[in-house]
């Protein structure tokens, strides 16, 4: 019982919120794309489209517990400071760069150092 405890595996934890997360920026993107097509907004369109694919793969190797995942991960929440700093700065509204900021942080500290993503992502 003890040996459970000291290696933490699977989707669990604070695992299980990232995955969460993850599912709802895959819905909010595809809602943002749809708002954007029928705009004339293409940039917004293809960032979030590149949200989107970035969120699904993500997910696909949190699933198939791949060792990637911890790479990729990293990139989608990188990308998403990019992604929030260029669309602050083409409408102006810079409210989405602080929260890009402090979700790559706190969620790249968190896969980083956790012991339960290093025991779960191994394939």
């Not at 097509?37 to 590149?50: F, P």
């Amino acid at each position: 019982m003890s040996e459970l405890m000291a290696k933490p595996q699977g989707i669990g934890g604070w695992l299980i919120l990232l995955t969460i997360s993850l599912f709802g920026s895959s819905l909010i993107s595809i809602f943002y794309i749809i708002w954007y097509i029928q705009g004339d907004n293409i940039v917004s369109m293809l960032a979030y489209t590149l949200v989107l694919c970035l969120t699904i793969y993500c997910l696909i190797l949190v699933f198939k517990k791949k060792k990637e995942f911890k790479k990729w991960i990293l990139i989608l929440l990188g990308a998403n400071i990019v992604i929030a700093t260029v669309l602050g700065l083409m409408n102006n509204y810079y409210q989405g760069i602080p929260k890009a900021i402090v979700w790559f942080f706190i969620w790249g500290a968190y896969v980083s150092n956790s012991k339960r993503v290093k025991n779960t992502f191994v394939k």
